[in-house]
Nanobody
């Protein structure tokens, strides 16, 4: 069973930075494309960033492009989300997810393509 554990969430002021980590327990981390989703109160869970199996390709939702960076360390079975210039509207529970990708260049951008999910970590941005 693949398990994902997020960490790094917290409360901070607008304009600040935070780095989320997601540790994945599996012997085959490199077969998984990884993604970060978030869910704000009263809203649906949305895909905000994705990275291919060995990090060749990345994708960002427009609302976070230029502020967030997704990366992965396959030697440590960990994916990261560096979040800079945080805004009030970034407040949400952030989830990492893993899905088997057919090639090393594919990014999975649909919720249903991800088979494994973390428990989520809260990020709250205040004014």
């Amino acid at each position: 069973q693949v398990q994902l554990v997020e960490s790094g969430g917290g409360l901070l002021q607008a304009g600040g930075s935070l780095r989320l980590s997601c540790a994945v327990s599996t012997r085959t981390f490199s077969v998984y494309a990884m993604g970060w989703f978030r869910q704000a109160p009263g809203k649906e869970r949305e895909f905000i960033a994705g990275i291919s199996r060995i990090g060749v390709n990345t994708y960002y939702k427009d609302s976070v492009k230029g502020r967030f960076t997704i990366s992965r360390d396959n030697a440590r079975n960990t994916v990261y989300l560096q979040m800079n210039s945080l805004k009030l509207e970034d407040t949400a529970v952030y989830y990492c997810a893993a899905g088997i990708a057919p090639t090393h260049t594919v990014i999975l951008d649909r919720r249903g393509e991800y088979a494994y999910w973390g428990q989520g970590t809260q990020v709250t941005v205040s004014s």
